[in-house]
């Protein structure tokens, strides 16, 4: 028992003197212990503030990078994926509060405006969503079963042809 608190202290002793002899100073640093006080003080500095007074750089921030086509076709996938989704649940809602055709009699009603660019716009609106959404599965599906098309080149000449035949497409269809 006495010989394991002398290894104990020994070892104790040997750390203490290890970190204060500067041997690794470099690669270590202190500990910050907040109290609430300094944690509330904290929270209300702003963080460029705060780097500027350890006196390290401020990360660059996503307004300077620029995202690869491929980055902003797989986001508008996402966002199409939600609005066809919050759209279905739309034309749901309707249905089930208003009964029998009212989503349909809204949609005709919109056709029917006499504005071609109201109908044109709302056509468009339905359209590109589910073209884009639906091409952007099949690019998805052609590159889980051919992983040879997953190179930097052709992923942006595929991106690009989906934003491309994804108009063309959706323009097509609201002349129909």
Not at 24 to 49: A, D, I, P, Q
Not at 61 to 85: D, E
Not at 130 to 155: E, Q, S
């Amino acid at each position: 028992m006495i010989s394991q608190r002398l290894l104990l202290l020994q070892s104790t002793l040997a750390k203490k003197s290890i970190l204060q002899s500067g041997i690794f100073r470099n690669n270590v640093r202190n500990m910050t212990v907040l109290s609430k006080e300094s944690g509330e003080t904290y929270r209300k500095e702003n963080y460029s503030h705060r780097m500027n007074k350890t006196g390290r750089p401020v990360s660059p921030h996503v307004t300077i990078y620029q995202f690869p086509i491929a980055a902003l076709t797989s986001i508008t996938i996402r966002v199409t994926g939600c609005a066809l989704t919050f759209g279905a649940a739309g034309v749901g809602l309707v249905e089930i509060l208003a009964g029998n055709g009212a989503a349909l009699g809204m949609m005709q009603e919109i056709a029917g405006t006499g504005y071609p660019v109201v109908t044109s716009l709302a056509k468009f609106s339905v359209s590109f969503p589910c073209v884009y959404h639906y091409l952007g599965g099949v690019r998805h599906l052609m590159w889980d079963n051919f992983p040879d098309m997953l190179t930097n080149v052709d992923v942006t000449k595929a991106s690009y042809a989906l934003v491309g035949s994804s108009m063309v497409i959706s323009i097509a269809f609201v002349f129909v």
